[in-house]
Each structure stands twice: as C-alpha cells, then as structure tokens.
C-alpha cells in the first residue's frame, strides 16, 4: 500500500516561471489537504480539497496560487508567476472517506525559486 | 482561530535522559492533537495521535497525552537515544477537516552520544 506521493520531490525556478506540484493521496483516499512550510516557520494549511471540489482554500494566497483535484489523477497545486517567497517546502496530506480521519503526509516537494 | 505554541524550541540533552517536550492550544475544541517527527529536509512522520476523548496514547518509549481543559499535550521520550534527534511538530485538528491542521513550530531536539 503505498502512502502518499509527491513530484517532484525537488523544483527549481526562476522567477515569474510556473511551478506544478503533484500529489497523488493514498488509495482509497478521497481527501487532500496542502500545506506550505516556509523556512524558519511551522507548517501552514493552505487548501482542503475533495474530488472535484474545494472544500476550503481560506490558507491560500489569493493570487497566483490554485489548487484542483480532478477526477481522475493527482491533486496539483499550481503557482503561477513565483517569486522569492514562494520558495519552502509544500507538503500534501491524505485522508480516507471522512474529514475526521488521520492526515498521511506526503515527503514534501521543495521549490526553490532563484 | 486555533494557535498552537510548542515550547522548548531546541533542546539538547545526553543519551539515555527521559524527557518531555510541550505542545499548547488556544482553542479547546479540538477533534484530535497529533505529534510528528521530522528529520531535516524530509516529510512527516506521524508518532501519535490522540482522539478528544481520550487522555493518552503510547507507542513503544513515546508516551502522549492530552489535558484539553487546560490546552496543552505533552510528549514524553523514555531512555532517548541519538537516532530520536529531529524536529517534533504538534498539530491540532479543530475544524474536523477543514482548516486543516494547526501546527505549533516544532522542537529541535538534538540526543548527544
């Protein structure tokens, strides 16, 4: 059974590029949650997703940031035009039918942006 | 809006001590409190969790526990060895899913050989 997974594990770009990251939950999960660790700081939630739905995006950044999770394949969390500041750690997290569930955590996916 | 406050935020003690670290909230309506470890540059690995109703979960020398009256869980490590050096994350779930969880900003915890 594998866990959570995410890619790429490693991103690097330069400013004003777009930024993908992938998640792909655990199986039989229905509910993703994406979380931003930037350096020196805890982790922070940033949106709640469901198939096909956003549940909550109240921690994302209103602009630049989207998040979408289709109904078939990986939840991407898309950061159009990055800047310095976006560079940390963006992390996903699992959960299976209901929102009380535990949280699996993915290893992360770390965007550096020069 | 739920904080969560993690105190120390580094700690280095000698191999073999048994020690606590402490996780506080602000809000006590919470559904569960989570401890995590993290190693440096890597993801999280969840340690316990503790439901609402109860007081405690143990997992081999990790012991948790829960006093949501009063806002606060600690993690206790017995007879600590240098492989348990990582960052110690506490996370409390309080909207049952949405807002996700709150994270306090960990603990560095360093085990000397």
């Known amino acids: 059974n594998a866990g959570v997974m995410q890619n790429p594990r490693h991103l690097v770009r330069r400013r004003g590029q777009e930024a993908r990251l992938r998640c792909s939950p655990m199986?039989?999960?229905?509910?993703v949650y994406w979380y931003r660790q930037l350096p020196e700081e805890g982790l922070k939630f940033m949106v709640y997703l469901q198939k096909e739905n956003i549940i909550d995006e109240s921690g994302m950044p209103k602009e630049r940031f989207s998040a979408e999770f289709p109904k078939e394949g990986p939840s991407i969390l898309r950061i159009q035009q990055v800047v310095r500041g976006d560079s940390a750690a963006y992390f996903c997290?699992?959960?299976?039918?209901?929102?009380?569930?535990?949280?699996?955590f993915g290893p992360g996916t770390r965007l550096t942006v020069l | 809006k739920q904080e969560v406050t993690q105190i120390p935020a580094a700690l280095s003690v000698p191999e073999g001590e048994n020690l606590v670290l402490n996780c506080s909230f602000t809000?006590?309506?919470?559904?569960?409190l989570q401890w995590f470890r993290q190693d440096p540059g890597k993801g999280l690995t969840s340690l316990l969790l503790?439901?609402?109703?109860?007081r405690e979960q143990t997992s081999g020398r990790l012991n948790a526990s829960l006093d949501k009256s009063s806002g606060r869980s600690t993690l206790y490590i017995a007879a600590s060895q240098p492989g348990d050096s990582a960052t110690y994350l506490c996370a409390a779930d309080s909207g049952g899913g949405a807002d996700g969880l709150t994270f306090g900003k960990g603990t560095h915890l360093i085990i000397q050989p």
């Open positions: 503790i439901q609402s109703s109860q």
């Open positions: 809000d006590s309506a919470i559904y569960n």
């Open positions: 199986k039989g999960h229905s509910h």
């Open positions: 997290a699992s959960a299976g039918a209901s929102d009380t569930d535990t949280q699996y």
